[in-house]
């Protein structure tokens, strides 16, 4: 087991498009625990493989009250199952103490794979369709921050990066 260190926006690999995951062998799974590790620690509900810079399809996730439900849903997908969208208070590992309201579809159709490589397929709503589809932004190189002001980004990469500065 080992704690990962997280990217932190406005970090340019974040913004890398990961790759299908073809090989569902013991390096994945390790990866897959690696990061379960990393996110419960964090704490978050959800980490992307990108995250921690390992640019592959694959995202892990809990966001039962107990936080002993890990989902892992490799090469993931999804469609919309209405068009209602609602509003919802995000944040992220990689933009962290920040939060903002992003409009989202609320029921999806998910189709994944599993750490053997069997196909999964469920409908999700509410926070766990909200996790999914942030989750799956990641892996197309995308943050919730896309989707405030400009105004407000640029706040927030200011903010981070003065942080980054004085970490250093
Ligand atoms: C993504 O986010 C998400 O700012 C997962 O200081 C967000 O786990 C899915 C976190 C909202 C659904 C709804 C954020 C931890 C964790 C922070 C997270 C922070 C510490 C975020
Ligand atoms: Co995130």
């Known amino acids: 087991m080992a704690l990962l260190p997280i ?3 406005p970090d340019a690999r974040l913004r890398t498009v ?3 995951v073809a090989q569902f062998d013991d390096s994945l799974r390790q990866l897959a625990q690696d990061m379960l590790e990393t996110m419960y620690a964090a704490p978050g509900i959800g980490l992307a493989a990108t995250q921690v810079d390992r640019h592959i399809r694959m ?3 809990d966001v039962s009250e107990e936080q002993n ?3 892992v849903l490799v090469n993931p997908s999804f469609e919309r199952v209405s068009d ?3 509003p919802y208070d995000e944040g992220c590992l990689s933009v962290p103490g920040f939060y903002e309201t992003v409009e ?4 999806i159709q998910v189709h994944a794979q599993d750490l053997e490589g069997q196909p999964i397929s469920f409908v999700a709503d509410g926070l766990l369709s909200v996790c999914i589809q942030h989750e799956i932004d990641h892996l197309d190189g995308k943050l919730f921050v896309d989707y405030i002001s400009n105004l407000k980004r640029q706040r927030i990469k200011a903010k981070l990066e003065k942080l ?3 970490r250093a």
């Open 18 to 20: 990961a790759k299908p």
């Open 59 to 61: 995202l892990v996730l």
């Open 164 to 166: 980054h500065r004085s």
């Open 84 to 86: 209602i969208t609602k």
């Open 7 to 9: 990217l932190e926006f």
């Open 69 to 71: 439900e890990p989902k």
């Open 104 to 107: 989202r579809v609320d029921q």
